[in-house]
């Protein structure tokens, strides 16, 4: 089983910026495809950003195109979200997991870490 450790999340003001990272402790995260989720409070879990194995392929939903980006670090079993200009419907706890396929954001597959909570505030 996968075991996902994510970090990097805070308060910031609107307009700010944050790097979330997931450290994976398996080594088949370089094989896997890997995408950030993030859950609201009283909202569900929602896909936020997905990047294939190789990192050449990535995609993100609407809302946060243009200003999160998606990488990974095979050689550290590590994905990171960048997160700049930062809006008050950002703030969720972030996490991150291994998928199946980039095409499809319910193929994730490994055990859901505690997350990292980003909080966008004045």
């Known amino acids: 089983q996968v075991q996902l450790v994510e970090s990097g999340g805070g308060l910031v003001q609107p307009g700010g910026s944050l790097r979330l990272s997931c450290a994976a402790s398996?080594?088949?995260?370089?094989?896997?495809?890997m995408g950030w989720y993030r859950q609201a409070p009283g909202k569900e879990r929602e896909w936020v950003a997905v990047?294939?194995?190789?990192?050449?392929?990535?995609n993100y939903i609407y809302a946060v195109k243009g200003r999160f980006t998606i990488s990974r670090d095979n050689a550290r079993n590590t994905v990171h979200l960048q997160m700049n200009n930062l809006k008050p419907d950002d703030p969720a706890v972030y996490y991150c997991?291994?998928?199946?396929?980039?095409?499809?954001?319910?193929?994730?597959?490994?055990?859901w870490g505690q997350g990292t909570q980003v909080t966008v505030a004045e």
């Open positions: 997991n291994v998928l199946k396929s980039i095409n499809y954001a319910g193929s994730y597959f490994g055990s």
């Open positions: 398996e080594m088949i995260f370089s094989m896997n495809v």
């Open positions: 990047i294939s194995s190789d990192g050449t392929t990535t």
